[in-house]
């Protein structure tokens, strides 16, 4: 489902924006870092959230991901994915270490990493593409 155009700018540490739906019917859109797996994208998250709630109830959502604007002041490419969510446990904090370097480096990486393994309860979301529209 992913073109080769598509990965390519999907491989951009750039911040996913997912929708889903919370318990009034409403969107709830939430700013967040994300990795490709196949064809799905992958993001990580303290079970503890109130996302991780509303993906259990209805597991429908949306990422939009760029589309903002550049340091040109130009509006960059974007993309708005459809798809359902998936709730996975991270063995060994393998996506957790993966998507925390993919965006941070160095000391300040592995800081957060041992933090987050220590403190929260981390945990996989795999967002399963269904439909995915260009909007930029």
Not at 21 to 48: A, Q
Not at 71 to 76: P, Q, W
Request: glycine share 8%; net charge negative; with cysteine.
């Amino acid at each position: 489902m992913l073109t080769t155009e598509l990965r390519t700018f999907l491989q951009t540490p750039l911040i996913a924006r997912l929708s889903v739906i919370d318990s009034n019917g409403f969107p709830h859109t939430v700013p967040l870092w994300f990795d490709v797996d196949g064809d799905d994208i992958v993001i990580i998250s303290d079970r503890k959230t109130r996302k991780v709630d509303y993906i259990r109830t209805n597991s429908k959502a949306s990422i939009c991901i760029g589309g903002g604007e550049t340091a040109e002041n130009t509006v960059g490419s974007g993309y708005l994915f459809k798809g359902e969510c998936l709730i996975e446990e991270d063995p060994g904090y393998a996506w957790l270490r993966r998507m925390t370097l993919r965006y941070e480096q160095g000391e300040q990486a592995e800081k957060d990493i041992e933090l987050w393994r220590t403190t929260l309860d981390m945990m996989v979301i795999r967002f399963k593409i269904a439909k995915v529209s260009k909007v930029f």
